[in-house]
């Protein structure tokens, strides 16, 4: 299944952060791996969603995670449709 990272600056969680929240919760297409929201840095995205902690953080900067990944990502998605 291919990766993905979700950009949704100060949206995610919120109404015109449908995008990036509907892909956290359902996506079938790719696995999320992180959310980038610098208002939510270092919360677990399934608390932002009010659903069930999953363990994957929101974290401070777009660079921070990317050289933990064992393989090249294969999708950036902006996830917010304002």
């Known amino acids: 299944m291919p990766t993905a990272v979700v950009y949704c600056e100060e949206d ?3 109404i015109d952060g449908k995008t990036a929240n509907d892909l956290v919760r359902f996506s079938q297409v790719c696995r999320i791996l ?5 208002a939510l840095c ?11 902690d999953n363990i994957v953080p929101v974290p401070e900067r777009l660079e921070s995670p990317v050289p933990r990944e064992a393989r090249v990502l294969d999708r ?6 304002p």
């Open 12 to 14: 995610f969680g919120q």
């Open 34 to 38: 992180w959310v980038f929201d610098s």
């Open 76 to 81: 950036l998605i902006c996830g917010m449709a």
């Open 42 to 52: 270092g919360q677990d995205r399934g608390q932002v969603l009010g659903s069930v």
